[in-house]
C-alpha cells in the first residue's frame, strides 16, 4: 500500500477507477489500512512542503467516506484523529508563515464535518480546558472529543505499535529460517548434485569395466575355441589317416588310451578315446625311472615322429600366432600325469608342441563374478542377458574346479577361477570371499587376479606348492560351455557331501552330465528350477504346442521319488531290464559318475569264481541278496556281530561295519587299469602305485577277500557288467612285481570266463538278467535304496554302517568350528556315504517272464514262416529294401520302385492278453497299400552298386521319408512316404553318393562317397534360420527342407569308396567302412579321428552293423567272411558266412544278427560270439532285404519280388514256457 501511496498518492489508492494491486493491498491490510493513512496523512503535514501537504490532505479528504463508520471503534479513532490534529496544529501550524495552519484547520473541519454524529458535546478534563480558553475554535472542537475515547484510542494505537513491532521481528525470524532452510537445501541440492555426479561416474567406469571384463571373457573363450580347433586339425593332419601322417595306417606305433565319458541311454560309458598326453614312464619299472627321470613323457606317438622343420615351423607360427603363447587344454578330461621337465625340450618335443600347446601353457581368463550384462565376440550374443550367476564347483571324476556359473537364455557358462583341494566343501565358498578381498585391494590387473586365485587362503605356503597349484591350473580348461536350447534332457537336484547341495544336469546327444556344488541348498534348487524353465521355453515358446513328453521337470526329492515309483513298476511288470533299473535307481538315489565319492553302486551276483561252467540253475551259483555283502560269510559276521553289541561310546552310536560298500578308494581300486582314474590312484598314493599285492589282482580274490576281511564289504561299480577295457592293462602299466614274483598286469579271470574279459562280462550281464536274480533282486534293494538301510529294519538286516556315511548325522550347515566341519567332510567324503533312501516300503518282488515278448531269446526255434505275398512290388523287380516306420513297411525294388504297405500285428497287453489291429488271420502279416507300386522319378548312376546301403527310411517331426542316395548328379535325395514325392534334393559330394546311414531318433544323417568321404547331415528343428547353401540345387523354400543342406562335418581318412556307414548319436561315433578294406571311427559331435580297424586279410568291405551294446561286425564279400569288433576296436570273434550275404540285419534288442543271402537261407547269429543261433529256411529263394520288427518278426524280400514273414507259428507257443535256447542275450 505504501508503494501505491509514494507512486500514485493516496488518492489515487482509493479513486473511483481502482485497480487490481489496490484491492489486493487493502485485502492485505484489512483494518490497518485507515492506520497507515492517518500516519502518512500526520507525517505529510508535519514534514512535507506546503503544497505537497495540500495536497495529501485533499486526498485525505476524500478518502474520510471510507475511513470513518458507525462501529465503536471507528469512533474511538475519529477522537483520537482530530485530536492528534490539533496537537499537531499546534505544534507546526506557525510553519510557511501561518498557511500550514490553515490547511490543517481545514482538514479538522471536515474530518468533524464527517463525523459529527459521532462526535459528543461534552467537554474534556481540565487539562484541556486552560488550551481551550486560548484558543476559541479550539475549544469548541475540543468539546467534541471525548477524553476516554481519545485514551483507548490512544491505548489501541500503542498496542498496534507494539504488535507490529513483533509482527516485523516474527517475519525477520521466519525469513530467517527460511533463508537458513534455503541455504541448506541449496547445499543438500549441491551435495546431492556431487553425489550423482560421482555415482554416475562410478557406474560409467563400473560398466565400462563389465564390458572390458565381458569382452576379455569373450574373447579369451574365443582364443580357447580357435586353439581347440586348431590342436584338432592338427591332429587330423598329422594321426595315421592324414595326410601328414609320418606312420600311415596300418602301423605298428603304440597308442594310450583313457575313458570316454560319452553315455549311452542306459548311462553305460563304454568307450575310450586317445590320451594325447600319456606319460611313458609309468609303464617303467622303478629302477629304470630313475635313470630317466628328466626324459619327457611321450604324447603321441603321430606327432612325436619326423615332420619337415618348414612344417613344424608353420603349425607352431599358426598355434602361438592365435593364441599368443598361451593356450587351453583341448579336452577337459585330458590326464595330467605328466610333469614338466626341467631340462630343454628335445627335437621331438618341439615338434609336438603344436598339438600339445595346450598342456604346457597358461591360459588367462578373466571372472565373471557380479557380471550384469556381456557381449560375446562370436555375434551369437551368449552374454546379452545374464539371467543368473552364482559361485560354485564344477565337480568332476579328475578333479574339482571353483568358479562362476553364469545363465543366460541360450546357454551355461563357467568360468574356473582356482582349483580347489581337498574335499571341496563349503571352505572352498569362503575362498570365494577371500579372493574378492584380496582383489579389490590389489591393483595389479585382472591377469595378476586370476594368477592369484590358486593361491586363496592358504597364507603364506612354500613356493614350490604355489608353483604346483599355478603348474595345474594352467593345464585346466578355463571356460566350458553347454546350449540350453534343446540338449537339457534332465536337472536334478542332488547331494554333495551328504547335503543337498548340488545339482547334476543331464544332456542329450551323448554329452556327459555335469555336476555343480554350490554354497546353499537355495542356490542349487534356484538354478535347476531356471534351467528348466528355459529349456522348456526353449522347446515350446509361447502360442506352441507341448507335447507333455517332451517337457521335463526339475527332479527335486518329491519328483524323484514319483520317478522311482514308476520305474518300479515298468521293472515289475518287465518292460526295462535288471540293469537299467539299477542304474536309474542309482541316479535317482545321487549316485553319479562325476563324484567318485558317491560312485553308482552294483552287486556282487555270482558267487562261483572258480569253476569251468556256470549253471544258472543252481543257487548256489549266485551271491545272497537279502544280506549285505558283511552278512554273507557267517564266521565274519560273527566279529561284526559282536562288535556292535559290545561296542560302547556316548557320541557314536553302535555299527556293524567300519567301512562301506562304496567308496572313492574303491572305485579307483576296480578301475585302476583306466585313465583317469590311474592318475587318481597314484595321485592317492602319493605319486605312485599301491604295493601290487595290494592293488586289483583278479575277481576271484577280490571276492575272496570280501568274504573274509573286517575290513572290507565293497559291493561292484557298473563297469563289471559292460565293459571288459577295465579288466586289461592296455596302456601297459607297470603296477609292479607281487611277492611271488609275478609282474602284475590284467585282471584274473575265473574259468568260466575263458581268459576273456569280453566273455566275462558277458556272463557277469547275464547273471544279472537271469531268472534267480530277477527274483531276488529287490531284497538288495531294501538294503541300499530301500527300507532296510535304515531304523530298525536295518537293525534286523545287519545293515548297519558308521554313522557319518549316512544323510542328517550331523548338522554339518549350522557348525561354526570350522575345523571340526573340515574334518567331518573329510570322513564323509574318504570312507563312503549310503546313498538317498528311495523306498520305504517293501520292495515288491519282479513279475514272471514274458516269452511272447522276446521270442529271439526264449524261443527262436519257434518262428516260421507264416505268410508270403507274391509280388509285392512288381513280378520282374527284386525287393531290395525293406524299412519299419511305425505300422508303415517301406518297400524300394530294384527299378526305383516304391511302395508302402500296413504292417498288421498283435499287440501285447499286460497278463499276456492280445488285441488284433488287423484280422486275427494272419497272426502277423502284410495289409494294404498305404502308397501303391510307383516309379520314383530320379535317375541313378551308371557304375553304383544299387542295394540296401544306398536307402534309408526316417522319421523327422511325424513325417515318413525315404533317403535315397546313388544318382547320377552326386546328390541324395529325401523322399516323403505321404504322397512318394521327391522333397529335397542334396548335393555336396564331388562323386556318386554311395551309402547312407540314420540315426535312431532319425536327427542325424551320414552319406558316404566315391569322392572318400564322409558328410553328417541334421535334421531341421521345425522353423530354422539357417542359410542355405550357395551350391544348393533345388528351388524349394527354406521351410519345405527337412535336413540342413550344409554339412556339420565332413569326415576324411579313407582312400577309395565309402561301402557301408553306422551313426549313433547315444555312442557319439560314426563308423565307415570302405573298398579300402579299413573301419575308421570318428566322433559325432566334433568329427574328430578315433581308431581305424583293418579286415584282416585285407579285403573290402561290403556290410557293417554295429549294436548299442558296443559290437561292431562287418562282411567282406571277397571271403564271404563275417568279423567282430568291440567299439574300443579289439577283434572278438570271426565266422564264416556259407554263402553270399545280400543283407544283414540287427534285432531291436541288438543282441542278435540276422542275416541272409543266395543260400536262401535265414541265420539268426549271437552279438556276443558271431554263433549260429538258428537257421530259417526261406523256401528256397534268394533273400535280397531283410527287417526285424520290434516284436522280432523277420520281413525278408526276395528276388523275384516276394515278401514273406516269419513270426510265431502258434500264438499258444508264446504262452507256453518254451526251453530256452543255449545261446542266451542278456536282455531280461
Not at 576324411?1052 to 579300402?1076: A, N, Q, R, W, Y
Request: net charge neutral; proline share 3%; aromatic share 10%.
Amino acid at each position: 500500500m505504501a508503494a501505491v501511496v509514494v507512486t500514485g498518492g493516496i488518492g489515487t489508492a482509493l479513486s473511483a477507477k481502482t485497480n487490481k494491486i489496490t484491492d489486493k493491498a487493502m485485502m492485505l491490510r484489512g483494518e490497518r489500512f485507515p492506520r497507515i493513512i492517518f500516519h502518512l496523512v500526520i507525517m505529510y503535514l508535519c514534514k512535507a512542503g506546503l503544497e505537497n501537504a495540500s495536497k495529501c490532505v485533499q486526498q485525505f479528504i476524500t478518502m474520510l467516506p471510507n475511513l470513518i463508520s458507525e462501529e465503536d471503534q471507528c469512533k474511538n479513532s475519529l477522537h483520537f484523529i482530530i485530536w492528534s490534529l490539533l496537537r499537531v496544529r499546534s505544534h507546526y501550524g506557525e510553519l510557511d508563515d501561518g498557511a500550514r495552519f490553515h490547511v490543517i484547520s481545514h482538514l479538522i473541519l471536515e474530518t468533524v464535518i464527517y463525523g459529527k454524529s459521532m462526535l459528543a458535546t461534552s467537554i474534556l478534563g481540565k487539562d484541556d480546558s486552560a488550551e481551550a480558553n486560548s484558543n476559541k475554535e479550539s475549544g469548541f472542537i475540543l468539546n467534541l472529543v471525548q477524553k476516554d475515547r481519545v485514551l483507548a484510542a490512544a491505548s489501541d494505537e500503542v498496542k498496534y505499535m507494539k504488535d507490529a513491532k513483533a509482527d516485523r521481528l516474527r517475519q525477520l525470524q521466519d525469513l530467517n529460517s527460511k533463508l537458513d532452510e534455503r541455504l541448506i537445501e541449496d547445499i543438500e541440492q549441491l551435495q546431492s548434485l556431487e553425489d550423482d555426479i560421482q555415482f554416475a561416474k562410478t557406474a560409467a567406469i563400473s560398466g565400462d569395466d563389465n564390458r572390458k571384463a565381458a569382452f576379455k571373457l569373450a574373447f579369451d573363450e574365443d582364443q580357447q575355441i580357435v586353439a581347440d580347433k586348431w590342436i584338432h586339425i592338427f591332429r587330423a593332419l598329422s594321426d595315421e589317416r592324414g595326410p601328414w601322417s609320418a606312420s600311415p595306417f596300418p602301423n605298428n606305433l603304440v597308442t594310450y588310451w583313457k575313458h570316454d565319458k560319452t553315455e549311452d541311454k542306459w548311462r553305460r560309458r563304454m568307450k575310450l578315446k586317445r590320451n594325447y598326453k600319456f606319460d611313458e614312464r609309468i609303464c617303467q619299472p622303478l629302477s629304470t625311472k630313475s635313470t630317466n627321470e628328466n626324459t619327457a613323457p611321450s604324447v603321441d606317438p603321430f606327432v612325436s615322429a619326423k615332420i619337415p622343420e618348414k612344417m613344424k615351423r608353420f603349425l607352431l607360427k599358426g598355434v602361438r600366432g592365435i593364441t599368443g603363447d598361451v593356450g587351453s587344454e583341448s579336452c577337459e578330461d585330458n590326464n595330467d600325469t605328466s610333469e614338466p621337465s626341467q631340462n630343454k625340450p628335445s627335437e621331438n618335443q618341439v615338434s609336438s608342441d603344436a598339438a600339445n600347446s595346450a598342456d604346457s601353457s597358461d591360459y588367462p581368463t578373466s571372472s565373471v563374478q557380479n557380471r550384469k550384462e556381456q557381449s560375446s565376440t562370436g555375434g551369437d550374443n551368449d552374454y546379452a542377458e545374464v539371467l543368473s550367476s552364482v559361485h560354485c564347483v564344477l565337480v568332476t571324476p579328475k578333479r574339482k574346479l571353483a568358479g562362476q556359473f553364469t545363465i543366460t537364455r541360450n546357454a551355461l557358462h563357467f568360468s574356473f577361477e582356482f582349483l580347489v583341494e581337498g574335499t571341496g566343501g563349503s571352505s572352498v565358498f569362503n575362498k570365494f570371499q577371500d579372493n574378492k578381498e584380496s582383489d579389490a585391494k590389489s591393483e595389479l590387473g585382472s591377469v595378476e587376479k586370476l594368477k592369484g586365485n590358486s593361491d586363496v587362503g592358504r597364507g603364506n605356503e612354500a613356493g614350490s606348492g604355489d608353483a604346483l597349484m599355478k603348474s595345474q591350473s594352467s593345464k585346466i580348461k578355463h571356460h566350458r560351455r553347454w546350449k540350453i536350447t534343446r540338449q537339457i534332457r534332465a536337472v536334478y537336484w542332488t547331494r554333495y557331501l551328504l547335503q543337498y547341495t548340488a545339482t547334476e544336469i543331464f544332456f542329450d546327444d551323448a554329452n556327459a552330465p555335469i555336476f555343480l556344488n554350490f554354497s546353499s541348498q537355495n542356490d542349487a534348487k534356484n538354478v535347476g528350477s531356471l534351467l528348466v524353465s528355459l529349456r522348456n521355453d526353449a522347446l515350446f515358446p509361447k502360442g506352441s504346442t507341448k507335447d507333455k513328453n517332451s517337457v521335463i521337470s526339475f527332479v527335486d526329492r518329491k519328483v524323484a521319488l514319483e520317478m522311482a515309483e514308476s520305474a518300479r513298476e515298468s521293472w515289475r511288470k518287465r518292460e526295462i531290464s535288471n540293469f537299467e533299473y539299477l542304474m536309474i535307481l542309482n541316479t535317482l538315489s545321487g549316485r553319479s559318475y562325476n563324484d567318485l565319492t558317491q560312485y553308482p553302486i552294483f552287486p556282487w551276483i555270482l558267487a562261483d569264481y572258480s569253476s569251468e561252467k556256470l549253471d544258472f540253475n543252481k543257487s548256489s551259483t549266485f551271491r545272497d541278496l537279502s544280506k549285505p555283502v558283511g552278512a554273507l560269510d557267517a564266521k565274519r559276521f560273527k566279529v561284526f556281530e559282536d562288535r556292535y553289541l559290545n561296542f560302547c561310546d556316548p557320541d557314536i552310536p553302535s555299527f556293524y561295519y567300519g567301512s562301506h560298500y562304496s567308496s572313492m578308494g574303491i572305485v579307483l581300486y576296480y578301475l585302476l587299469r583306466l585313465e583317469p582314474f590311474t592318475a587318481l590312484h597314484r595321485n592317492l598314493q602319493g605319486g605312485k602305485f599301491d604295493h601290487a599285492d595290494r592293488l586289483f589282482q583278479s575277481i576271484e580274490s577280490t571276492y575272496r577277500n570280501c568274504l573274509s576281511n573286517t575290513s572290507d564289504v565293497k559291493e561292484l561299480t557298473p563297469e563289471f557288467f559292460y565293459m571288459p577295457e577295465f579288466l586289461e592293462n592296455l596302456n601297459s602299466y607297470h603296477f609292479g612285481v607281487k611277492q611271488d614274483g609275478e609282474p602284475l598286469g590284467h585282471v584274473g579271470l575265473p574259468p568260466w570266463a575263458k581268459g576273456s574279459p569280453e566273455e566275462f562280462i558277458h556272463i557277469n550281464r547275464e547273471a544279472l538278467e537271469s531268472e534267480y536274480v530277477s527274483s531276488n533282486l529287490h531284497h538288495w534293494i531294501d538294503l541300499i535304496f530301500g527300507y532296510k538301510q535304515r531304523g530298525k529294519p536295518a537293525v534286523e538286516a545287519a545293515n548297519i554302517f558308521y554313522y557319518l556315511t549316512y544323510e542328517g548325522a550331523v548338522d554339518l550347515e549350522n557348525m561354526d568350528d570350522m575345523l571340526q566341519k573340515s574334518a567331518i567332510e573329510d570322513q564323509i567324503a574318504n570312507f563312503g556315504q549310503t546313498p538317498i533312501q528311495i523306498f520305504r516300503k517293501k520292495h515288491p518282488r519282479r513279475g514272471p517272464p514274458i516269452p511272447i515278448a522276446h521270442p529271439l531269446y526264449f524261443a527262436p526255434q519257434s518262428i516260421t514262416v507264416t505268410s508270403v505275398v507274391p509280388s509285392a512290388i512288381s513280378s520282374s523287380s527284386s525287393v531290395l529294401f525293406i524299412g519299419l516306420l511305425d505300422s508303415n513297411i517301406v518297400l524300394m525294388g530294384e527299378e526305383l520302385i516304391l511302395s508302402v504297405k500296413l504292417w498288421l500285428t498283435t499287440q501285447l497287453q499286460s497278463g499276456g492278453n492280445f488285441t488284433f489291429s488287423g484280422s486275427l488271420e494272419p497272426f502277423f502279416g502284410i495289409g494294404s497299400d498305404v502308397i501303391s507300386p510307383r516309379k520314383v522319378a530320379t535317375s541313378l548312376a551308371e557304375n553304383v552298386e544299387f542295394g540296401r546301403q544306398c536307402l534309408a527310411a526316417v522319421q523327422i517331426h511325424g513325417d515318413n521319408y525315404l533317403i535315397l542316395c546313388g544318382n547320377w548328379e552326386n546328390s541324395f535325395q529325401i523322399i516323403s512316404l505321404s504322397d512318394g514325392r521327391i522333397v529335397q534334393s542334396i548335393r555336396q559330394h564331388k562323386d556318386v553318393v554311395s551309402c547312407v546311414a540314420v540315426s535312431s531318433d532319425g536327427s542325424v544323417i551320414a552319406t558316404g562317397s566315391y569322392d572318400t568321404t564322409i558328410m553328417i547331415w541334421h535334421a531341421f528343428r521345425g522353423r530354422s534360420n539357417d542359410k542355405r547353401s550357395k551350391n544348393a540345387s533345388n528351388d524349394l523354400s527354406t521351410k519345405d527342407h527337412v535336413i540342413i543342406e550344409n554339412p556339420s562335418h565332413i569326415l576324411c581318412g579313407h582312400d577309395d569308396i565309402i561301402t557301408c556307414l553306422f551313426v549313433s548319436k547315444e555312442l557319439d561315433i560314426v563308423i565307415s567302412g570302405s573298398k579300402d578294406g579299413t573301419c575308421i571311427f570318428h566322433t559325432l559331435r566334433e568329427g574328430t579321428y578315433v581308431r581305424s580297424i583293418r579286415h584282416p586279410s585285407g579285403a573290402g568291405l561290403s556290410k557293417l552293423v554295429a549294436s548299442q551294446h558296443g559290437r561292431i561286425v562287418f562282411y567282406s564279400d571277397s571271403d564271404l567272411s563275417l568279423h567282430m569288433y568291440s567299439i574300443n576296436g579289439k577283434h572278438i570273434a570271426s565266422s564264416e558266412s556259407n554263402g553270399r550275404l545280400n543283407c544283414m540285419e540287427l534285432s531291436c534288442c541288438g543282441e542278435f544278427m540276422v542275416c541272409a543271402g543266395d543260400h536262401g537261407q535265414i541265420v539268426l547269429r549271437s552279438m556276443d560270439s558271431l554263433g549260429v543261433v538258428w537257421r530259417y529256411d526261406g523256401s528256397g529263394k534268394t533273400i535280397t532285404s531283410l527287417a526285424v520288427t520290434p516284436e522280432e518278426c523277420f520281413l525278408a524280400g526276395t528276388k523275384d519280388g516276394s515278401l514273406i514273414v516269419f513270426s510265431i507259428e502258434n500264438p499258444l507257443l508264446r504262452k507256453g514256457g518254451i526251453q530256452r535256447n543255449k545261446v542266451k542275450s542278456s536282455v531280461g
